[in-house]
Structure formats: structure tokens, C-alpha cells
């Protein structure tokens, strides 16, 4: 048998609800009684249980402190820097991911020391957000809001690079179960030998559709899926949407979806970039209802695309920004292997010189002559040089020309041409 001491600490927290189910908070509750008790407090978990859900209670009814906050790029975010802020309980960002869907992210630790504060929040991917803070907050003189920088590397890639997310760091999940030993692994094994095929997915959730879940082991920037499955008969994938979300608690956001059959046996969604925990392969149309994955990449996000695609007016990409220089665009080519990457810049350094108003020099001889190669002195850097003429029936004809440059010394090769009057 056991006897225990009575504890007036039991008393004090109850005291602090209206009800005997502990769920709501006495108006009266202040945060320096809260701080008195929280002061007696030591490792009977009843009571840190009884004072955690009060102390939720008294903050949730608090009016927050809200600021906008907009940084210099899109990144990913963890920490927040305060400055004689006063006292912070809790902090909450709202943003707003790529595709337009609202997003939240809690403060998970709260330190202070002096006038500055820290908090740290689950990841976010973004440019701007709203901060709401709950507490004691008072703005003092020194008052500042920083957002402290992290390393990008891990999470997206700003460099041509390989760019596939390692498949060691992914844990593959079925949710409509496996058909003999092809267990789910065997979609991310590297190994084309090797397959992924569920169950009938009618038999599970909805049964509308057939879930596969790749977990990472920490979060990613992520814009592509590309999967292979089989060619034909049961499991052949043709309709499928992309699913994410950031952590584990929150809703599934979609990102992409394919609604008619492709050929072949490869397919590829590419989208807007989101910062991912777990990534959903949703299979909406599955031959027999069934699902069959060879293999399965996804990609972590390169920046280099979107500085390609800041060029442009739109996502056409027929039209160049008036605010582009020649190199803004010679510097993004630098180091480039992938070739879409160099094809797009190719075709943007075409369209800014098709922008430029040409210097035009006309050159009139006594006669008819026969000539093949032109030469002269230019200080000014070439990027393109069309050679038009007339010939001995008066017709204009127009021939493109590859300088040769060495220094300020140019020349103009070209196949021969008779004539007496011509421009460049």
C-alpha cells in the first residue's frame, strides 16, 4: 500500500479551469499566475499535462500580433530573429505555397536571452509570409525582425547538377496493398528488374483510386515525378495525379494531374515547385485497378530554371524582357550541361538580338564585282551580321555571316557574290 502527501500544486492547476474536465480556461487566468505555477512544476507528468493545456487555452485566446515579412528570394525558412519584441508565447507564419494553396507553420521552440528572441518553425518555402505572434508583445526602440539564412543545398539545387533525390533516403508506402512479394520497395530499388504491383485498390480508402507514398527523410524542394510502368495488362498506370504535403498532419495538396492515357511506358509530371516531406503518386486509372511502378525518381528543384524562365515575359517564351542584358544571359550559360537549359538560352540570346536596333554601313562600288570576304575595324563587340546586296538583275538577296574577330579586327567570309551595292 501506498500513502501520499497531499499537493496543493493539483489544486492550483484545477483552479484554473472552469470545469472539472480541465477544457476550458477561467477568464481571471493571468500569465504571471501561469508563470508561478509553471515555476513549481517538476516531472509529475499529470501536472505538465494539466499546465501544457492550460497555457494552450490562455495563449488561443489571446489577439495576435501580426507582421508582413518579405525577403529578398524565395527560400527555405526555419528561423526567426526578434529584437526587443517582448514576451512571445507562441508564433504562427501563414503563407502561401506555389499553386495557391494556404499554408501553416508552428513555432516548435521559443529561446530568449535579453532583449533578443528566437523561434523556430517548421519548414516553409516561400518569399513573404504574415507572422503572428501571441504573447506579451510590446515593440520597443531596438525593435527588428530577422530572417536568419540556412543552408539551401539540401533542400533544392542552384547548380547544373544531378538533381534525382537519392532513393536510400525515401521509404516507399502502399496504400492499396501488394500483390504476392512485389513489395513497395522494389519501385524505388534502382532495379528495373524488379516490380511494384498492388492489390485491386477498389478494396481500399474509397476505393476510386490507388495511393503510393514516398516518404523523405528530410524535406525537399521538389517540381518532377518521373515514373515507369508497365506497357500493357494489369497495373499499366494511365491517369494519376501528384499529391504533397510538408508534414505529416496537414491535408494532401495536389499539384498535377494527367486525366488521359500517354504511350509508352514512361511518365513525367512536372510542376511548380513545393517543399515536400512526402510525395503521393494517386492512381485514378489504373488497368483492372491495379498499379504497377518499375521505377520511381523524383527531382529536387534546380533554380536555374526559374532564372531561365525570369528572362522571358511569359511562359511562352517568345518574348524577351525589355530589362534584359546580354549578360544576364551569358551568365546563366555559364557551366550549363543539360541541354534543354542550353537550347532555351540559345533562344533567348536570338531573341535579345533580334531586339537591338542594327547599325547599318552601305557600301557602293564603280561596277559589277565578284567578292567572298569583307574586312574592317570595329571597337564595339558583334553578335550578328547580315549582309544584304543586290545582284546583276537587281534583286535584293540577304545572307547571314559568322564574323571572325581577333581584337578589333573583323571579317566577313561568305559564299561569292557579284555586285556593285551593298549593306551590312
Same mark, same amino acid.
Given at each position: 500500500?501506498?500513502?501520499?502527501k497531499?499537493n496543493? +500544486?493539483?489544486d492550483m492547476?484545477?483552479?484554473?479551469f472552469?470545469d472539472d474536465e480541465?477544457t476550458?480556461l477561467?477568464?481571471?487566468?493571468?500569465?504571471?499566475?501561469?508563470?508561478?505555477i509553471?515555476s513549481?512544476?517538476?516531472i509529475?507528468?499529470?501536472?505538465?499535462?494539466?499546465?501544457?493545456e492550460?497555457?494552450?487555452l490562455?495563449i488561443?485566446r489571446?489577439l495576435?500580433?501580426k507582421?508582413e515579412?518579405e525577403?529578398?528570394?524565395k527560400?527555405?525558412?526555419?528561423? +526567426?530573429r +526578434?529584437?526587443?519584441i *517582448?514576451?512571445v +508565447?507562441?508564433? =504562427?507564419?501563414?503563407y /502561401?505555397?506555389?499553386?495557391?494553396y494556404e499554408?501553416?507553420?508552428?513555432s516548435?521552440?521559443?529561446?530568449?536571452i535579453?532583449? =533578443?528572441t528566437?523561434?523556430?518553425f517548421?519548414?516553409i518555402?516561400?518569399k513573404?509570409?504574415?507572422l503572428?505572434?501571441?504573447?506579451?508583445?510590446?515593440q520597443g526602440?531596438?525593435?527588428?525582425?530577422?530572417?536568419?539564412?540556412?543552408? #539551401?543545398?539540401e533542400f533544392y539545387?542552384s547548380?547544373?547538377? %544531378?538533381?534525382r533525390?537519392?532513393k536510400t533516403?525515401?521509404l516507399a508506402?502502399?496504400?492499396c *496493398?501488394?500483390?504476392?512479394n512485389n513489395?513497395?520497395?522494389y519501385a524505388?530499388?534502382?532495379?528495373?528488374?524488379?516490380?511494384?504491383h498492388?492489390a485491386?485498390y &477498389?478494396?481500399y *480508402?474509397?476505393g476510386?483510386y490507388?495511393?503510393?507514398?514516398?516518404e523523405?527523410?528530410?524535406p525537399?524542394?521538389?517540381?518532377?515525378?518521373k515514373f515507369q510502368?508497365?506497357?500493357s495488362?494489369?497495373? &499499366?498506370?494511365k491517369?494519376y495525379?501528384?499529391l504533397?504535403r510538408?508534414k505529416n498532419?496537414e491535408?494532401?495538396?495536389?499539384?498535377?494531374?494527367?486525366?488521359?492515357e #500517354? !504511350?509508352?511506358?514512361?511518365r513525367?509530371?512536372?510542376?511548380?515547385p513545393v517543399?515536400? !516531406?512526402?510525395?503521393c503518386?494517386?492512381?485514378?486509372?489504373g488497368?483492372?485497378y491495379f498499379v504497377v511502378?518499375y521505377?520511381? %525518381?523524383?527531382f529536387?528543384y534546380n533554380?536555374?530554371?526559374? &532564372?531561365?524562365?525570369?528572362l522571358?515575359t511569359?511562359?511562352t517564351?517568345?518574348i524577351?524582357k525589355?530589362?534584359i /542584358?546580354l549578360? %544576364?544571359i551569358e551568365?546563366?550559360?555559364?557551366?550549363?550541361?543539360?541541354e !534543354?537549359?542550353i537550347?532555351?538560352?540559345k533562344?533567348?540570346?536570338e531573341?535579345?538580338i533580334?531586339?537591338?536596333i542594327?547599325?547599318?554601313f552601305?557600301?557602293?562600288?564603280?561596277?559589277?564585282?565578284?567578292?567572298d570576304?569583307? #574586312?574592317?575595324?570595329?571597337?564595339q563587340r558583334?553578335?550578328k551580321?547580315?549582309?544584304?546586296?543586290?545582284?546583276?538583275?537587281?534583286?535584293?538577296?540577304?545572307?547571314?555571316?559568322n564574323?571572325l574577330?581577333?581584337?578589333e579586327n573583323?571579317?566577313?567570309n561568305?559564299?561569292?557574290?557579284?555586285?556593285?551595292?551593298?549593306?551590312?
Amino acid at each position: 500500500m501506498d500513502i501520499f502527501k497531499y499537493n496543493k +500544486l493539483s489544486d492550483m492547476l484545477r483552479d484554473l479551469f472552469i470545469d472539472d474536465e480541465c477544457t476550458q480556461l477561467k477568464e481571471s487566468v493571468t500569465l504571471e499566475q501561469l508563470d508561478e505555477i509553471e515555476s513549481r512544476l517538476g516531472i509529475t507528468e499529470e501536472y505538465i499535462n494539466l499546465f501544457r493545456e492550460a497555457k494552450t487555452l490562455y495563449i488561443n485566446r489571446l489577439l495576435p500580433h501580426k507582421f508582413e515579412i518579405e525577403i529578398e528570394k524565395k527560400s527555405v525558412i526555419k528561423t +526567426l530573429r +526578434l529584437t526587443d519584441i *517582448g514576451r512571445v +508565447l507562441k508564433g =504562427e507564419i501563414r503563407y /502561401t505555397d506555389s499553386h495557391g494553396y494556404e499554408k501553416l507553420s508552428n513555432s516548435v521552440e521559443i529561446s530568449a536571452i535579453g532583449l =533578443e528572441t528566437v523561434l523556430e518553425f517548421e519548414n516553409i518555402y516561400s518569399k513573404n509570409f504574415e507572422l503572428s505572434l501571441y504573447g506579451a508583445i510590446e515593440q520597443g526602440s531596438e525593435f527588428n525582425i530577422e530572417v536568419v539564412e540556412i543552408p #539551401q543545398d539540401e533542400f533544392y539545387a542552384s547548380e547544373d547538377i %544531378d538533381v534525382r533525390v537519392d532513393k536510400t533516403t525515401m521509404l516507399a508506402k502502399s496504400l492499396c *496493398g501488394q500483390y504476392s512479394n512485389n513489395a513497395p520497395r522494389y519501385a524505388i530499388d534502382n532495379d528495373i528488374n524488379t516490380t511494384f504491383h498492388s492489390a485491386d485498390y &477498389r478494396s481500399y *480508402g474509397t476505393g476510386e483510386y490507388g495511393d503510393f507514398i514516398l516518404e523523405l527523410d528530410l524535406p525537399k524542394v521538389i517540381n518532377r515525378v518521373k515514373f515507369q510502368t508497365r506497357p500493357s495488362h494489369n497495373g &499499366r498506370i494511365k491517369a494519376y495525379e501528384i499529391l504533397y504535403r510538408t508534414k505529416n498532419n496537414e491535408e494532401w495538396k495536389k499539384v498535377f494531374e494527367q486525366l488521359t492515357e #500517354q !504511350s509508352g511506358d514512361f511518365r513525367e509530371a512536372v510542376f511548380k515547385p513545393v517543399l515536400a !516531406s512526402e510525395i503521393c503518386i494517386r492512381v485514378t486509372n489504373g488497368h483492372n485497378y491495379f498499379v504497377v511502378f518499375y521505377e520511381i %525518381d523524383l527531382f529536387k528543384y534546380n533554380t536555374i530554371e526559374e &532564372r531561365i524562365a525570369n528572362l522571358f515575359t511569359d511562359e511562352t517564351q517568345n518574348i524577351i524582357k525589355d530589362s534584359i /542584358t546580354l549578360e %544576364d544571359i551569358e551568365t546563366l550559360e555559364e557551366g550549363l550541361i543539360t541541354e !534543354s537549359y542550353i537550347n532555351t538560352l540559345k533562344k533567348a540570346k536570338e531573341l535579345y538580338i533580334e531586339s537591338l536596333i542594327p547599325e547599318e554601313f552601305e557600301i557602293s562600288l564603280n561596277e559589277d564585282t565578284i567578292l567572298d570576304e569583307i #574586312q574592317f575595324v570595329c571597337e564595339q563587340r558583334i553578335l550578328k551580321v547580315c549582309l544584304a546586296y543586290e545582284n546583276s538583275l537587281g534583286e535584293e538577296r540577304i545572307i547571314r555571316c559568322n564574323p571572325l574577330i581577333d581584337e578589333e579586327n573583323v571579317t566577313l567570309n561568305f559564299r561569292k557574290i557579284l555586285t556593285k551595292k551593298l549593306k551590312f
